[in-house]
């Protein structure tokens, strides 16, 4: 199950009806007598929530939002309007440990009731709290949008190659990868279409050999398998690396401009001379139609629309889950998920808008310098 943790946004965000909004619009004497007293009461209703720390709750499609009854950084403003800067500080940091603390003690007791496997946080409580280290979220997923980079690989390099003037199918691609998951093997597939050539890095050569042999068959394109740690990737412009650690891909002689796009943010590739990129995240921008699910409930001042779309996705098509399974389990041979999210995505209108590295945002300078024209110097 799906859950969102924010402030409010609002006052009325916390009345739980839309009641007043419909009195509002009559124009009666009656109506405005009607108006003043629900006002005065539903007032008092959130003053109460915000002494006593009750969460509000509501319920969209097969998910939760949990709203803390107060705007975290409208309240240390104001209380703060008048102070120095030491004692802001000071303030802000008693605010959050009081304030938050009780709360997110009822919150923990809500995912527990409501059986939240997945969290999305806003972006305040995101900055206020260690999410990561929270007791609440030790054993939960907490999105971040991470979990649609292995469905934005071929949107990522049109971005790049882009800037740079190129086209995919003058380029080879190259796939880290230590498990032939159903994922990895999908976007070899898909990918295959648009790439002059298609290359797998593995250790495990033999695990891949005859699925490799059914897609160059079924699709009509030509895989490589290789993993000579001096060769297979010393003239990769273009590395897609699903699974290999830290030091599993540094012991591999890498181009020295080659971009590598990292599907786990924890995973880093620094080597002595290495002056390309590695694109560890980034964020998307959606149709009106794909947003306005998170404009009704006030989701989008709060949250990053990569992290939204992701939480979309995450009920139905993109499950975690997916990502952890082998190919070889039978029940997944015929469940082509990644191609029913590429459709979802097409349909939105998805599009790339910023590529984020280990330094942050990648200017658009960074990607048309980063690949050399010629390999001489490689």
Sequence with gaps: MLGYIKEKSSNEELYETSYLSNIKTKKTKFAKLQYLLCFTFYELIVKIK??????????????????????LETKIEQQNKNTNLKSKKKHIKTYEKIKLKKCMKKVRKLIEKYKIDNLVFSNELEKSLNIYEEEVTRKIHILDGSGLMPYLIKDILEYIL???????????????????????????????????NVHVITP?????????????E??????????????????????????????????YSIYRRAVIITMEPNYDYDSLGFE??????????????AKEIFSQYNLLDNVPITTLYESLLNEGLLNKNLLKTNLLDKSLSNKRQF???????VKDKVRIIRLYGKNGIITNEECKRVVEKELSSA
């Design 162 to 196: 882009k800037q740079q003037g190129e086209k995919t199918e003058l380029e080879d691609l190259y796939f880290c990868m230590k498990e032939p998951k159903q994922i990895y093997i999908d976007n070899i597939s898909y990918l295959g279409e648009y790439f002059r």
């Design 276 to 289: 390309g990129i590695q694109i560890k995240k980034v964020d998307i921008d959606t149709s009106d139609e």
């Design 218 to 251: 079924k699709e009509n394109i030509v895989v490589t398998i290789s993993n000579n740690k001096k060769k297979s990737l010393k003239k990769a412009k273009w590395i897609i690396n699903f699974d290999f650690e830290d030091d599993e891909i540094k012991k």
């Design 339 to 345: 191609y029913k999210v590429r459709n979802k995505m």
């Design 204 to 216: 495990n050569i033999t695990k891949f050999q005859k699925i490799i042999e059914k897609i160059e």
């Design 50 to 71: 915000y002494l006593f720390n009750l969460i509000t709750i509501k319920k969209i499609y097969d998910a939760y939002i949990f709203i803390l009854p107060f705007d």
